[in-house]
C-alpha cells in the first residue's frame, strides 16, 4: 500500500463528528495534492516526501505523562497561563488557565461544542487547504488542539504558553496539532507555542496556527523549536490581519540532532494576509542548524489591501551539514497601493559542508508600491573577528559573540519581555556565551 | 500589423490548415517535425555524416521531454507539428525606394537615428548598397584573416572548420539541455561561428559586420564562439530597428568558450515585434545563452536590451570553471502592453575565487508582465566566489506586474553573495518636478529610463547605447499620463 | 508680471484656497508667511501647475497669458520657476544632464536651437559660483545623497540657470542652517533684476533678514488677511500669528 492509499483508508476510518463537511472537502483537497516531492517549487529544496515514513499512522498516538514531559514542565518560568497538549491532545490537569473576562481558553473540542459558530467561523477558513498540502491534511484529521479568543477590547497582559509535546512511542505515527486564535477588534495578546519532542524516538508532527487578528488589534506570536531536533515538523502558521490590525511572529528554530539517528527537518510555512487597510506584519525568524539538521523557512506576506508595511527578518546560523532554506516571498495584489515591504534575509556559514538555498521573492502587481529585499550569505566579518581577537579574546570565543549579536537582532523584536528573556537565555546556552 | 496578424494567426489558430503564405518562392521542408524532417534540413546543407548523427540525437531527446512550464509566462501551446522547419533563403522583396516602405517603421528609424543608407539595407532596399555592402565585408574579412579569426555562418564552419565544431559544438549546451535547445540542436538553420586564436585581440566590435549581414537567419538560430588563450572579442547580435519576422516561434542557442586569460563580451539589443496593443501577435522569444569560463582569470560578459518579443524567456549565463574567472550578467528588460518577459541570468561558480555580478533592470508598463529569474550557485569547490546581484523594478502604471525570483544556492563557508532588489514607480511627484523644469511628460520618461539604466547602458558599443536610450523612449511611447 | 484674482482651489473635496487675490509687478519681492496648513504651499503648487490641485474658479494671467491653460511644463518654459520645498531624487541622472534638457527645453520653446555644450559649460561654471558649488555636485544625480542644505542650494542653481520670470520658493529656508541660509539668500539677491519677480513663501521671519521683501503678505485660511512692508514680518515673528487669528475671528 503506498503512502496515499494508506492516508485515504484511514481517514475512512477516522470518526470526526465536528465541521464533517469541511474536513471531507479539506480531504478532497489533500488526495488532489498528495505529498509533495521536490518537483513542487515550494518543496524544491526539501523532499519531505523521502523523508517521511512509507507508513504514516494518522490516529493519536497514546498520551501517556513520561518523567520528560513532567521534568519540562517543571523548568518552565511561572507562565500564568499555560497550556498542555500531549500527542495534540487537550490535557486539563497539567495546564494553568486562570479565568480572565473577556478572554476564552479551552481545547478545539470543547470549542466544537461550546463556541460553535465563532469556531466555524474561522477554523479551516484562514488556511488555504486547497493548495497547501499539509494543512489540508492537518485539516481532515486533525482532532484537538488550543483554542484562544480574545474579545472586543480586552487587552491580555500576561503571554499564553502553549506546550506542545510529542511522547509517542510509536516511529510512524505523524501527529497532528493545532491552534486556533482570534483576537476581536482593539484586543490584544501575546502568544508562544513551544514544540517538544519528549520521547526518545524520531516524532513526525504537522502543526497548523489559524489567526485571526480583528481591527485596531494586536498579536504577537513566537514559535519556539527549540527541542524537536530529532523530529520531521512541518509548521504551517496563517494569519489574516484586519484593518489597523498589527501581527508579529518570531519563529526560533535550534536543530542539533544527535548524529546519525535521525533525519531532521524543520519546515515552517508562514504567512500573513493583510487585508484591511494600514495593517501592519512583521515575520521574523532566527534559525540554527547543526550536524544533519534540515530548515525551511517559507515566508509569504500577501498585500491585498493598500496602506499595508511588513517587515521580515530571517537570520540563519548554519554549522556542520546543516542545510538551510529560505524562501521569502512579497506579494503585492492590483488593489495593495502604496505598500511598503520589506525584507532582509541573512545567513552565516560556519561550516564548509553546511549550505543554504535562499530565494527572496518579489511579486509585486501595483505600482505606488515601495518594495525591497536584500540576501546576503556569508561568514562572520573578517575585521570584527580580528578586532575582538586583538582586545584578547580566543578565536571560538569571539565567533560566539559575534554570532550572538548577529541572532540577538531577531530575538529582540520579541515583544512578550519573560519570552523574549527566555529566549536571550536559550541563545546564550546554544553559544555557550556568558555575559 | 494586419499582416501580422494574420500569419499569427495562422501558426497558432485551432484551424490551421494551408501553411504559410505561397506568395514567396521558397524551398522547404514539409510541415512538421519527424526525422525526415532532420535528415532533409542536413542533407539540404550538406553536412557531413557525424552533424546528421549529433542532430537526430538532439531530435530523439526532444521527443522524450516536455515543454517547460516553470516560466512565468502564459501562451497558447505550440503546436510544434505545424511549424515548417526548412526554408532555404528567402528571396526579400524588392522594394524601389524607401517612400514605398511602412511609413510607421520608418518613423521608428527615424526616431532611432539609423543612418539612412542602414534603413535601406534594414529595410530591404538592397540592390546597390548591398553591392557596397558586400565590398565592406570583404574588407573585413580581409583584416579578420590576417589576425587568424575565422568568423563566418556554422553552416560553413561545420564544413570547413569540422574539427572545431565537433569539439564545441553543444560543450555548453547539450543537446539535452531543455526542451527549445534540444529543438534548436536537431533543426537549427544557420548561425554564427567565432574563432579568435591564442593571443589575437579582435580588433573591432564584431557587431559592425553582423548588421549590416543581418539577413534572415531563421527562426533557429546556432551562434557558437571561442576564445582561445589570452584572446578578447566582443560581439554584438540584434539591432534595434523593429525586426519583423513571419516564424512566430524563435529558439535560439548561443554557446560561448573561453579559455585562460580570455574575454567574451556579449552584446544583444532584441527589438522583435512584440505584438500589437491588444497583445495579438508577436515573436515568441526562447533562448538559450550559456558561457562557459573554461580558463583561468577569463571572463564572460552579457549584456542585453530587450524591448521587444511578445514573450522573452531568456537566461543568458556562465559557468564559470576556471580559478579566477569572472562572469557579468548586465540586462534591461522593458515591457509594455500585453509582453511579458522571463529574463535573467544563471552564474555558477565553480572555480576558486571566482566572482560574478548580476545587474537586472527591469521596466513594465501598460499591462505586461516583467519577471527577473536568476540563480547563484556556489559550489563547494569553488572557495572564496563572491557574487553580487542588483535587481531592481520600474513600475509605470497600476496595471502592470514586476516579479523577482532569484535563487541562492551556496554551498561553501568561504563564499559571499549579496543580493539586492528592489521596486519603485515613476510616481506624480517625480515628473511633477520634471514638468517644473520644463520638460515634458515624454521627455521626463525618457530621462528618468535611461538614468535608471546607466550602468547598463554603459557597458553596450557606444553607438549602440545612443540608439538603445532612444529604442527605450519609443518603446514607452504613451505609456505615461 | 502676475495678477491672481479669486482663486479658488481644491484638493478632492477639501477646500485650500478661496478668493485668493495677489499682484506682482516687475521686479518686486513679495513674501507670503503664514501658520501651517494655510494654504501656502498650495498657492505654489497651483501656481507651478500640479495637477491635484483643482482649481474651482478665478484667474491667473501671467505676462498677460492665462496660466491655468497651460500645462506645468509649458508654464516652466513660459518662465514660472517653483524652487521645491522637498525636490525629488532622480537615480542616475545627473544634475548637469538635467539642466542640460530643461534649459534646451525652454529654448525650443522660444525658437531657439539647443545650447553647444562649451556655452552651456560656461554658463554651469558662473551660475555654480553663485551658490558656491562645486563642479563635482553636477556630476552626481540630482538631489540623490544630498544634504537638506544641498537640495536647497541645487534649486537655487537650477533656477539661475533656467533664468525664469517669476520665482516661487516655497519654504526654502526650512531646515537649513545659517550658513546655508546666507548662500541661499546670497544667490537670491544676485538674481534680483527688474524683469524678474519673486514670491517668497516662508514660515520663518529668519530669511526676510536676508531678502528684503517689497511686501509682506500674511495669509490664513485660504486667503491674505493683512498685507504690509518689512516690519509686518518682524511683528509676526515677535507675536507670533494668535493676534491675526484673532483679527480674522473677528472679520469671519
Not at chain 1, 257 to 283: C, Q
Not at chain 2, 60 to 66: F, G, R, T, V, Y
Not at chain 2, 281 to 303: A, D, L, P
Not at chain 2, 344 to 365: C, D, E, F, L, Y
Amino acid at each position: 500500500m503506498n503512502l496515499t492509499e494508506n492516508i485515504e483508508k484511514q481517514f475512512a476510518e477516522v470518526s470526526n463528528t465536528n465541521v464533517v463537511e469541511l474536513r471531507k472537502s479539506a480531504f478532497t483537497a489533500f488526495e488532489k495534492l498528495g505529498i509533495p516531492t521536490s518537483r513542487h517549487e515550494e518543496w524544491k529544496y526539501t523532499n519531505i516526501k523521502t523523508k517521511l515514513n512509507e507508513e504514516l499512522s494518522l490516529t493519536p498516538a497514546d498520551s501517556q505523562v513520561n518523567a520528560a514531559v513532567k521534568n519540562y514542565i517543571a523548568s518552565l518560568p511561572p507562565y500564568a497561563f499555560r497550556i498542555i497538549f500531549l500527542n495534540g491532545v487537550f490535557h486539563q490537569e497539567l495546564s494553568i488557565v486562570p479565568d480572565l473576562k473577556g478572554l476564552t481558553i479551552c481545547s478545539l473540542k470543547e470549542a466544537f461544542s461550546t463556541h460553535t459558530s465563532l469556531v466555524e467561523k474561522h477554523f479551516g477558513r484562514l488556511i488555504n487547504y486547497s493548495e497547501e498540502h499539509f494543512a489540508a491534511l492537518n485539516t481532515a484529521f486533525v482532532n484537538d488542539g488550543a483554542f484562544i479568543h480574545v474579545q472586543k477590547n480586552v487587552l491580555v497582559n500576561e503571554p499564553i504558553y502553549i506546550q506542545y509535546f510529542f511522547t509517542a512511542s510509536d516511529v510512524n505515527a505523524f501527529t497532528q496539532t493545532r491552534s486556533l486564535a482570534i483576537v476581536e477588534d482593539g484586543g490584544s495578546i501575546q502568544i508562544a507555542e513551544d514544540f517538544r519532542n519528549a520521547s526518545n524516538i524520531n516524532v513526525q508532527y504537522n502543526h497548523v496556527s489559524e489567526v485571526y487578528v480583528g481591527k485596531n488589534s494586536s498579536m504577537d506570536i513566537v514559535k519556539l523549536q527549540l527541542e524537536v531536533s530529532n523530529a520531521i515538523g512541518i509548521h504551517t502558521l496563517e494569519s489574516q490581519v484586519e484593518r489597523d490590525g498589527k501581527f508579529s511572529a518570531a519563529t526560533i528554530t535550534f536543530c542539533s540532532p544527535n548524529t546519525g539517528t535521525g533525519k531532521p527537518v524543520i519546515r515552517n510555512n508562514v504567512t500573513s494576509r493583510l487585508i484591511g487597510e494600514n495593517a501592519h506584519a512583521d515575520l521574523n525568524g532566527l534559525y540554527f542548524g547543526k550536524e544533519n539538521a534540515h530548515i525551511d523557512n517559507h515566508i509569504l506576506v500577501d498585500h491585498v489591501a493598500p496602506n499595508c508595511t511588513s517587515n521580515q527578518l530571517y537570520k540563519g546560523v548554519l554549522n556542520d551539514e546543516a542545510i538551510g532554506v529560505f524562501n521569502g516571498k512579497i506579494f503585492v495584489k492590483p488593489t495593495a497601493q502604496k505598500t511598503n515591504a520589506f525584507q532582509s534575509s541573512k545567513a552565516l556559514l560556519l561550516s564548509n559542508d553546511a549550505s543554504i538555498n535562499s530565494k527572496p521573492q518579489l511579486e509585486i502587481f501595483a505600482d505606488d508600491v515601495k518594495c525591497s529585499h536584500g540576501a546576503t550569505v556569508g561568514q562572520l566579518d573578517e575585521n570584527a573577528l580580528f578586532y575582538l581577537r586583538a582586545r584578547g579574546i580566543s578565536k571560538p570565543e569571539a565567533i560566539q559573540i559575534l554570532t550572538y549579536a548577529f541572532a540577538h537582532e531577531v530575538i529582540d523584536h520579541v515583544h512578550s519581555k519573560p519570552i523574549r528573556q527566555f529566549l536571550c537565555d536559550k541563545l546564550k546556552d546554544e553559544l555557550k556565551v556568558n555575559f | 500589423m494586419a499582416e501580422n496578424d494574420k500569419i499569427i494567426d495562422e501558426v497558432v489558430g485551432n484551424d490551421y490548415k494551408y501553411g504559410f503564405t505561397t506568395n514567396i518562392e521558397q524551398e522547404f521542408a514539409a510541415v512538421g517535425l519527424s526525422e525526415d524532417t532532420v535528415r532533409f534540413i542536413s542533407a539540404k546543407k550538406n553536412e557531413p555524416e557525424w552533424m546528421l548523427e549529433w542532430r537526430l540525437k538532439a531530435y530523439k531527446a526532444w521527443l522524450k521531454m516536455e515543454q517547460p512550464k516553470w516560466q512565468n509566462v502564459h501562451f497558447p501551446n505550440i503546436d510544434f507539428q505545424s511549424i515548417i522547419y526548412y526554408a532555404a533563403q528567402k528571396k526579400k522583396k524588392v522594394i524601389n525606394s524607401l517612400d514605398d516602405v511602412d511609413p510607421e517603421i520608418r518613423s521608428t528609424y527615424d526616431k532611432l537615428g539609423i543612418p539612412i543608407q542602414e534603413q535601406k539595407l534594414l529595410a530591404g532596399v538592397a540592390v546597390d548598397y548591398v553591392m557596397d555592402s558586400e565590398s565592406v565585408i570583404t574588407t573585413f574579412r580581409e583584416s579578420l584573416k590576417e589576425k587568424g579569426i575565422i568568423f563566418c555562418s556554422i553552416s560553413e564552419a561545420i564544413r570547413e572548420h569540422p574539427e572545431l565544431v565537433k569539439q564545441y559544438l553543444g560543450s555548453v549546451v547539450p543537446q539535452r539541455d531543455n526542451y527549445y535547445a534540444a529543438l534548436n540542436s536537431a533543426v537549427f538553420s544557420d548561425g554564427s561561428f567565432v574563432f579568435i586564436p591564442k593571443g589575437v585581440r579582435c580588433p573591432m566590435e564584431l557587431s559592425t559586420y553582423f548588421r549590416i549581414n543581418a539577413e534572415n537567419t531563421g527562426q533557429f538560430e546556432r551562434t557558437l564562439i571561442i576564445a582561445e588563450e589570452g584572446s578578447y572579442v566582443s560581439y554584438l547580435e540584434g539591432c534595434t530597428a523593429p525586426m519583423r519576422d513571419e516564424n512566430q516561434l524563435h529558439a535560439a542557442v548561443v554557446e560561448l568558450i573561453t579559455m585562460d586569460n580570455a574575454e567574451i563580451k556579449y552584446s544583444t539589443v532584441q527589438n522583435w515585434y512584440p505584438g500589437d496593443k491588444e497583445g495579438k501577435g508577436g515573436i515568441y522569444n526562447f533562448v538559450t545563452k550559456r558561457g562557459m569560463c573554461k580558463g583561468k582569470n577569463s571572463k564572460i560578459s552579457w549584456t542585453q536590451v530587450e524591448t521587444g518579443s511578445a514573450i522573452t524567456w531568456k537566461y543568458p549565463s556562465c559557468i564559470l570553471k576556471g580559478d579566477n574567472s569572472i562572469g557579468e550578467f548586465y540586462s534591461v528588460a522593458v515591457t509594455n502592453n500585453y509582453q511579458q518577459a522571463d529574463t535573467g541570468t544563471k552564474m555558477i561558480h565553480i572555480g576558486k575565487n571566482t566572482r560574478s555580478r548580476i545587474v537586472s533592470k527591469g521596466i513594465s508598463a501598460g499591462k505586461s508582465q516583467n519577471s527577473y529569474r536568476g540563480q547563484v550557485q556556489v559550489h563547494k569547490t569553488a572557495d572564496n566566489a563572491y557574487n553580487f546581484s542588483q535587481c531592481d523594478s520600474l513600475l509605470i502604471g497600476d496595471k502592470c506586474g514586476a516579479h523577482t525570483f532569484p535563487y541562492l544556492e551556496i554551498k561553501n563557508m568561504t563564499g559571499k553573495v549579496e543580493h539586492e532588489a528592489t521596486t519603485s514607480k515613476i510616481g506624480e511627484d517625480l515628473l511633477f518636478y520634471c514638468n517644473q523644469r520644463g520638460l515634458t511628460n515624454e521627455e521626463a520618461v525618457s530621462m528618468i529610463i535611461n538614468g535608471y539604466c546607466k550602468e547598463v547602458f554603459k557597458q553596450l558599443p557606444m553607438e549602440f547605447m545612443v540608439e538603445a536610450q532612444k529604442l527605450l523612449s519609443i518603446s514607452l511611447e504613451g505609456s505615461v499620463g | 508680471m502676475l495678477s491672481i484674482k479669486n482663486l479658488t482651489v481644491a484638493i478632492g473635496e477639501k477646500k485650500i484656497l478661496s478668493d485668493f487675490n495677489l499682484e506682482i509687478k516687475d521686479g518686486e519681492i513679495h513674501a507670503i508667511m503664514g501658520p501651517n496648513g494655510t494654504g501656502k504651499s498650495t498657492l505654489a503648487s497651483t501656481l507651478a501647475g500640479k495637477e491635484e490641485y483643482e482649481v474651482l474658479s478665478g484667474e491667473v494671467i501671467f505676462n498677460g497669458k492665462n496660466l491655468l491653460e497651460m500645462g506645468a511644463d509649458e508654464r516652466a518654459r513660459e518662465g514660472v520657476f517653483l524652487a521645491f520645498q522637498y525636490p525629488v531624487e532622480i537615480p542616475g541622472v545627473s544634475t548637469t544632464n538635467f539642466m542640460k534638457a530643461a534649459v534646451n527645453a525652454k529654448r525650443k520653446h522660444h525658437g531657439l536651437d539647443p545650447m553647444d555644450a562649451k556655452d552651456f559649460l560656461k554658463l554651469m561654471k558662473e551660475k555654480l559660483a553663485l551658490v558656491e558649488m562645486n563642479k563635482e555636485f553636477t556630476s552626481r544625480s540630482i538631489n540623490e545623497g544630498f544634504s537638506g542644505g544641498e537640495k536647497k542650494r541645487n534649486e537655487i542653481f537650477q533656477m539661475a540657470m533656467l533664468e525664469p520670470a517669476l520665482c516661487l520658493l516655497d519654504e526654502t529656508d526650512s531646515g537649513l542652517d545659517i550658513d546655508a541660509l546666507r548662500i541661499v539668500a546670497n544667490g537670491v539677491n544676485q538674481l534680483k533684476s527688474k524683469n524678474r519677480s519673486f514670491l517668497i513663501i516662508t514660515h520663518y521671519q529668519r530669511l526676510l533678514n536676508y531678502i528684503v521683501p517689497d511686501f509682506v503678505h500674511v495669509m490664513y485660511g485660504g486667503r491674505i488677511v493683512k498685507s504690509g512692508g518689512k516690519e509686518l514680518a518682524l511683528k509676526l515673528e515677535e507675536q507670533g500669528y494668535d493676534w491675526i487669528k484673532e483679527e480674522v475671528g473677528e472679520l469671519i
